[in-house]
């Protein structure tokens, strides 16, 4: 935002005679009353041009976030000349403030034109990469960077700069929102921010230097003496001017409360002589008995008078631990400690350490045995101690000597069939095909005996008789019309021409499309072929090993192609949408019942607040599981998905793909049975192998993003999954399900997802806005892919 000089409180405030430059006081005044109502968390500078102007970062609630396209129009974020017929005010104040340049090839010596090598040959560019390209609508990428609607719409503006006139059209609007540009009619950009950049940007307005300017004295009578040069600050009549009003020059929203941290003995501690043990011991005691983490104790009370008070009214404040270097490392364990302990009321208490398997506490002789024994930092015996718990394959850092230590336990399956010997081989061959699986080969662990793709080949054997037989039995279970699809795949599969062929299957959720396909890859298989099956998601994958199908039940009857939908009044929810779909099965204990249910919203925060509803829900103690975080000098993001507390029979989610041939893809729900320290031990709610106990560890979870590191986080790759987002319910069906459209669904194809993965209106809970009557919901529809002439 840039100070407009031709404001009405400066204009009107001129002596005769005078200009805006002539009165820097003014200027200022002016502009520090106008920041402070639009200013939250803010750095500001003083231009040397003569025109003060802020940057401004704001920092929203979840459920206010620009994520998509959708939520920068909500957000009123335009690059767009506006109608003048409708607008002539929004006109005008956009061709006056909003428009950028002209530069580039219009006018090669604007301020803004920097120098560049491209391709070996200096070219000149504009430095903020105007003129933008045509945009006919607004699209946020994967990186979270927004691409403004800027449509040829014929829209331009004229501008005049020195005595030339220019038409400049969409591409040379700056990101504005009109509501702001009315009410401080000055250049005020407005943008999404993508990255964590943004927050650089400022400091470094907080931070920089002041603008230097060098002085040369000369001898008028010598000219030929030695000059003297003094490198001095030069200020601009503005920034002397704000200087002397003492505005600051940069603010904030929250202030930061610095806590100590301190081993045992070594705080300094001030109190009354006068007092007594115990009142000094109260007033410890006051504190820390309160079930608070040691970093949220200044939002709830106030250090006044030399103790601790409760605050009495919301105050924006921050709690931050002073850093501590790794070197230190009592006092960085001890740090790390009260990040993830609530309620600490000793060291002793902080070294105690609840165990798990034996429902009994463990003192540890340091703080940084608790952490580990906590599971906040890692060490190699953590892979050790999983495989103890169970025989399940991960990615350790001594592979080989893992091996060693694991092979007979590994090879048990297989012992009972063959040799020892045998055996061994058996196992380490699977284990290989398993790495395959998971993107990995024997190739990335060198320590490890490598195996040629012939032993591979060798193993990957089926049942042939069996998988023949089940293909017979499904293509028994198929309508007509499926029958003739598999009828012609596999004629043609058993008279090949030489020609490729490509079939496109299509059908309505729930119409059996998997289960022809499913039919397909047994009977291939039972003609000794070889059949790859490939999905776009995880979850998807899991479902083609499924034999168990009811093709008689109908599906849902939705017109997937029209803008708004009316949905039957039975099926929206009188009530809290939580309880309604878990009330009953949690109260009867029905686990069982409760896996074919689930919540779906369009939005992940919506996501994240039902599922914590249904967790607290659950009886039982929470287990508090940290992540181990390390960050590397690489571009990455921050991962977003994480597991943080967690109960028994709580639905959780796979958000990797393990396994995918034992079911274990992206995408797969499972019931918690058991939780450890290093395992999680669930139950598989869906596919071939529903019922089946598996057994997840630890893993390593990397990203890729914007950040100035490459963040790796050491976690159990599960989320909680009583609701999901309706991009992760494709493809799943269920026997009840809630659907919380309070917020509207943003892309094609969206509301039909989520209604479908219910076979009847009955099984469906809607939760909409209470003002909502008309029970409309907006149906996202592109209407391209529908054209059946295309």
């Known amino acids: 935002m840039t100070c407009n000089p031709q404001w009405e409180e400066i204009v009107e405030n001129l002596y005769k005679g005078q200009v805006p430059v002539d009165r820097p006081d003014l200027v200022d005044i002016v502009f520090y ?22 940057h401004l970062l704001l920092t929203l609630f979840d459920i206010d976030k620009v994520v998509n396209a959708e939520d920068v129009e909500k957000r009123g974020i335009s690059a767009r000349i506006p109608d003048k017929d409708k607008d002539i005010e929004l006109y005008d104040l956009v061709k006056k403030f909003m428009i950028h340049g002209p530069c580039g090839d219009l006018d090669p010596n604007c301020p803004c034109m920097e120098e560049k090598i491209v391709n070996g040959k200096k070219i000149r560019k504009c430095s903020k990469g105007y003129p933008k390209l045509f945009q006919e609508e607004t699209l946020v990428l994967e990186n979270g960077l927004a691409l403004y609607s800027r449509p040829r719409d014929g829209r331009i503006v004229e501008v005049f700069v020195f005595g030339k006139r220019f038409e400049l059209d969409n591409r040379w609007v700056v990101p504005h929102n009109p509501y702001l540009l009315k009410m401080f009619r000055c250049h005020i950009n407005v943008e999404k921010v993508n990255s964590v950049t943004s927050v650089k940007y400022l400091h ?5 230097l002041p603008d230097r300017a060098t002085m040369n004295y000369e001898e008028k009578n010598d000219y030929d003496e030695i000059k003297e040069y003094i490198d001095a600050r030069y200020i601009c009549p503005q920034e002397a001017v704000w200087r002397i009003l003492e505005y600051p020059t940069y603010d904030r929203s929250h202030s930061i409360t610095t806590l100590p941290v301190h081993l045992d003995g070594e705080h300094v501690c001030y109190f009354d002589e006068n007092m007594n043990e115990d009142e000094i011991r109260e007033k410890i005691r006051m504190i820390l008995t309160r079930n608070l983490f040691y970093h949220e104790i200044p939002e709830k009370f106030v250090f006044r008078k030399g103790k601790w008070n409760e605050r009495k009214t919301h105050f924006n404040t921050i709690g931050r631990m002073v850093k501590i270097s790794p070197a230190e490392t009592e006092r960085y364990h001890l740090r790390l400690l ?18 798990i398997d034996l429902d009994n506490r463990i003192r540890c002789a340091t703080f940084a045995e608790a952490c580990l024994a906590r599971g906040l930092i890692r060490d190699d015996e953590e892979w050790k101690k999983a495989l103890e718990e169970a025989n399940i394959h991960c990615n350790p850092a001594k592979p080989d000597e893992l091996w060693a230590l694991f092979k007979d336990a590994l090879s048990e399956d297989f012992a009972k069939k063959f040799s020892i010997e045998l055996a061994h081989r058996k196992a380490y061959i699977d284990i290989a095909k398993r790495m395959l699986q998971a993107g ?11 195996i040629d793709d012939l032993d591979l080949d060798l193993e990957e054997q089926f049942n042939l008789a069996e998988e023949l037989d089940i293909g017979r039995r499904s293509y028994e279970l198929l309508n007509d019309e499926q029958k003739e699809i598999v009828d012609e795949i596999m004629n043609r599969i058993s008279n090949p021409d030489g020609k490729m062929a490509f ?3 299509s059908g309505p959720g729930g119409s059996g499309k998997t289960f022809v396909i499913s039919t397909l890859v047994h009977l291939i298989r039972g003609m000794k072929k070889k059949v790859s099956t490939m999905a776009f998601t995880g979850i998807a994958a899991t479902l083609f090993t499924r034999r168990n199908w009811n093709l008689e039940n109908m599906i849902l009857d939705i017109k997937y192609d029209k803008d708004e939908m009316i949905l039957p009044i039975d099926c929206i929810s009188k009530g809290d949408l939580v309880e309604e779909i878990f009330g009953y ?32 829900m659950l009886p039982g103690n929470e287990i508090l599981y940290k992540s181990i975080d390390k960050a590397e000098n690489e571009e990455k993001q921050v991962l977003d998905e994480y597991l943080d507390e967690l109960k028994k029979n709580a639905i959780v989610m796979l958000i990797r793909n393990m396994n995918i041939e034992n079911g274990l893809c992206n995408g797969t729900r499972m019931l918690v ?3 450890r320290p290093n395992m999680i031990v669930c139950r598989l709610l869906s596919g071939d192998r529903a019922g089946q106990l598996v057994y997840i560890p630890r893993i390593t979870l990397c990203c890729d993003g914007e950040y100035p590191f490459d963040l790796h986080r050491h976690q159990f790759p599960l989320v909680l999954a009583f609701a999901m987002t309706v991009n992760k319910a494709q493809g799943q069906t269920l026997e009840k399900l809630g659907i919380d459209l309070t917020k509207d669904v943003f892309s094609h194809g969206q509301l039909y997802v989520a209604l479908s993965r219910v076979r009847t209106w009955k099984a469906l809970s809607i939760r909409l806005l209470e003002t909502n009557n008309e029970r409309k919901v907006m149906n996202v529809v592109y ?4 054209d059946k002439d295309d």
């Not at 990995?440 to 490598?450: C, I, R, T, V």
């Not at 209407?783 to 529908?786: A, H, N, P």
């Open 783 to 786: 209407k391209e892919i529908l």
């Open 338 to 355: 009260l990040l993830n302990v609530r309620g600490a009321i000793s060291y002793e208490d902080l070294r105690t350490v609840k165990n």
């Open 33 to 54: 009353l106008k920041v402070k109502a639009l200013m939250n968390e803010i750095a500001k500078r003083t231009q040397g041009r003569g025109l003060p102007h802020i």
């Open 503 to 505: 079939y496109f299957l």
């Open 204 to 208: 470094k307005y907080v931070h920089k």
């Open 585 to 616: 099965a949690i109260a009867d204990s029905n686990w069982n019942q409760m896996a074919n249910m689930a919540i779906v919203a369009p939005k992940n925060v919506d996501v994240k607040d039902l599922n914590s509803k249904v967790l607290n």
């Open 440 to 450: 990995k080969s024997l190739a990335d662990f060198p320590a490890l005996e490598q």
């Open 673 to 675: 049975e058991e939780m």
